[in-house]
């Protein structure tokens, strides 16, 4: 049966010599920058942010440039980078670590600290002062039934876009878009409450993985990426960045990039030889209606998806086991 236009997304596979040609090729064989990006936005572009255990553990510093320069040469008023990191770990620390700060300033965008961890060491602020800033910052959400926040400036940004570092995930087998977005809100709302509750057989049974993927869909929903780029063009397979001496980095050259992150991520999976029916997250956005997740509604472009699926050949960890690892 013949789809009109409107039921259809396009998702672009492409492959290039560096990161940088991977993702400037996959943005213009979707229409240009300027099909995302209009004159005059502000544009907050969500990455990986965590400290370094190997590379790439972050948002490949390479496609997150040549991402930036792009914004600014379609007009973007403004470029904010961020993402809310582990719990325990400041967002001024891994600046300080990594120079991101200094970094993003040179290169035409701005480091927010979401976290308002660039305040802490003012004199004079003391907790009640930390507690208004925080009031003023950020937007309370209810989404089924469970409470939110997020900062207000990502509302209030014009265009969202998510790029993500595609590496194994000990939960979902592979880190998606919809992963990325998680990381949108503090680390206090992405807690499972009572997420040991029946031990080892709770996250045996995969309870865990859905309730967990339950609430990436709510976060996901907040405010939705209008593109999203899984880059990789390199990925670490094995253990992953989790236990980088059982890792085995990888060059495939090859970056996912579309406007419906659901769908980006549905055919990174297929790439992945992995079944996107048996995902929890494309399972739950599916059952709540939410992108598209139909191969019949996505529009392929670029590379050929069979040949990089006979070629691409990524070593998975035991999942369950190290679900269990994780959370120790």
Request: aromatic share 8%; net charge positive.
């Amino acid at each position: 049966m013949d789809q009109s236009d409107s039921d259809i997304t396009e998702v672009v596979i492409t492959k290039g010599d560096s990161p940088e040609e991977s993702v400037l090729d996959g943005i213009e064989k979707l229409g240009g920058i300027s099909k995302f990006i209009d004159d005059g936005d502000q544009v907050f572009i969500k990455i990986n942010l965590r400290l370094p255990f190997g590379f790439p553990t972050n948002t490949n510093l390479d496609t997150l440039k040549a991402l930036i320069q792009s914004c600014n040469s379609a007009g973007a008023k403004k470029v904010y980078i961020g993402s809310f990191p582990i719990e325990g770990i400041t967002i001024k620390a891994i600046s300080d670590s990594l120079q991101l700060n200094a970094y993003f300033k040179n290169i035409g965008a701005e480091l927010l600290f979401l976290d308002n961890s660039d305040l802490f060491s003012q004199r004079g602020l003391d907790a009640n002062k930390l507690k208004a800033i925080k009031k003023r910052s950020f937007e309370y959400i209810k989404i089924n039934n469970k409470n939110y926040i997020i900062p207000k400036i990502i509302l209030e940004s014009d265009k969202l876009i998510s790029i993500n570092q595609v590496n194994v995930d000990p939960i979902y087998k592979a880190r998606l878009s919809l992963i990325n977005s998680y990381s949108l809100i503090p680390n206090k709302y992405q807690k499972i409450e009572n997420k040991l509750k029946g031990g080892r057989d709770y996250l045996l049974k995969d309870q865990y993985k859905q309730d967990l993927a339950s609430k990436i869909i709510d976060a996901y929903t907040i405010k939705k990426p209008s593109l999203a780029v899984n880059d990789l063009f390199y990925i670490l397979e094995g253990a992953g960045p989790f236990i980088y001496k059982d890792s085995n980095l990888k060059k495939t050259g090859i970056v996912i990039i579309g406007s419906d992150a659901i769908a980006v991520d549905t055919i990174t999976l297929k790439l992945l030889n992995l079944d996107p029916e048996r995902n929890s997250l494309i399972s739950m956005a599916k059952k709540r209606n939410i992108g598209i997740t139909e191969l019949s509604k996505i529009r392929l472009i670029g590379e050929n998806h069979e040949t990089i699926r006979s070629t691409l050949k990524i070593v998975f960890i035991n999942s369950k086991i190290s679900i269990w690892e994780t959370l120790q």
